[in-house]
């Protein structure tokens, strides 16, 4: 299927409505969804969004707090056991917590986490604890304000007063995701991992993806983490390491600290045979990877008034079509959106 679409229209794509697992054709089975809340963010990574990006989605295409609440019961009808909210940066949504309050409330979901850049975490940590995220990711490149300024064009003293608001009132465990780039903080790696022991965090390396423009300038400061490990074999005494719904990093552990180090390696060491699932850009797009374009609207089919039984046909069809893996090495050029657009 070519960029989007409409299902509706074609009825070999419509599935038996009674499954109740959602299995592609490459019997990988889709238990996990990532929905965007908003395309928006405070802060401008060089690799994610253009500083004068203004191009976001219009208010009246955002999917509404009931239509969210509704897409992932039906998705949680279909098997979907867990469910991460992000962005852009999902904190500038008004009333997340309400909303994360309601998800965790549906009976067949298991895990409802959040990605955040923490920049205000301080103010709603304790909000989004008690509203049933169990868990969360923090981006954190760098540990040096001048670097993180130069990344983000933000601020670094309110992620870390952030990170240690979530910390004190117990909002754990909290991964850290540093992108690894050449020349610019590939020599923090260490203290990153430092950093992480003296406060129990996980920590995971994130190998540079050429989605969207910025994501491929990006691509020159490309580093393979298979380097980055061998760096910390030197200095850290690592042994295998495990995280409860670890997706696709590939763990270590810092023996005798209990933190985990975590490699995610889209380009050295794709994971496509293990993946699992999907995501929800804020205006209702279902995309099926990460590295293609292909893609579902589901705003106006639900908006068009379909039944439950109808929306769960379209979501197994989308399945049917989701790639065998993305191309970032044989078609770099493929993505044309930013990151900040898909989802986390």
């Not at 023996?255 to 804020?282: D, K, L, M, W, Y």
């Amino acid at each position: 299927m070519n960029q989007k679409e409409d299902l509706t229209e074609n009825p070999a794509l419509i599935y038996n409505a009674e499954m109740t697992t959602l299995i592609d054709q490459f019997n990988r089975r889709i238990d996990y969804v990532r929905l965007s809340v908003t395309d928006r963010c405070d802060l401008r990574c060089f690799y994610c969004m253009p500083e004068a990006f203004k191009d976001f989605e219009e208010p009246e295409h955002w999917l509404s707090f009931d239509e969210i609440e509704r897409l992932i019961r039906v998705f949680s009808e279909l098997g979907v056991k867990r469910v991460r909210l992000t962005g852009g940066e999902p904190l500038v949504r008004k009333n997340l917590p309400v909303l994360a309050q309601r998800l965790s409330a549906l009976p067949l979901l298991d895990d409802l986490s959040l990605s955040t850049n923490a920049t205000r975490l301080a103010k709603q940590a304790e909000a989004l604890r008690d509203s049933g995220i169990t868990r969360i990711n923090v981006s954190l490149d760098t540990l040096k304000p001048a670097v993180f300024k130069r990344i983000t064009k933000g601020k670094l003293e309110k992620v870390l007063d952030g990170l240690m608001v979530a910390k004190q009132v117990g909002l754990m465990p909290i991964k850290i995701n540093m992108v690894v780039m050449k020349g610019i903080n590939d020599q923090e790696v260490e203290d990153m991992v430092e950093f992480c022991i003296e406060h129990g965090f996980t920590l995971r390396f994130i190998e540079t993806m050429p989605v969207g423009d910025t994501g491929r300038e990006a691509q020159d400061q490309f580093v393979d983490l298979r380097d980055v490990r061998r760096r910390l074999e030197q200095r850290f005494d690592l042994v295998p390491g495990a995280v409860p719904g670890a997706g696709p990093a590939r763990y270590v552990q810092v023996q005798g600290t209990g933190v985990n180090i975590g490699f995610i390696t889209p380009i050295s060491q794709h994971f496509c045979e293990t993946c699992n699932r999907v995501r929800i850009a804020v205006d209702g797009s279902l995309y099926l990877c990460l590295g293609q374009e292909h893609s579902v609207s589901l705003r106006p089919i639900m908006r068009s008034g379909v039944s439950d039984d109808e929306l769960k046909q379209v979501i197994k069809a989308a399945i049917d079509i989701k790639p065998e893996r993305h191309e970032f090495n044989e078609k770099p050029q493929q993505v044309l959106r930013f990151m900040s657009m898909t989802g986390g």
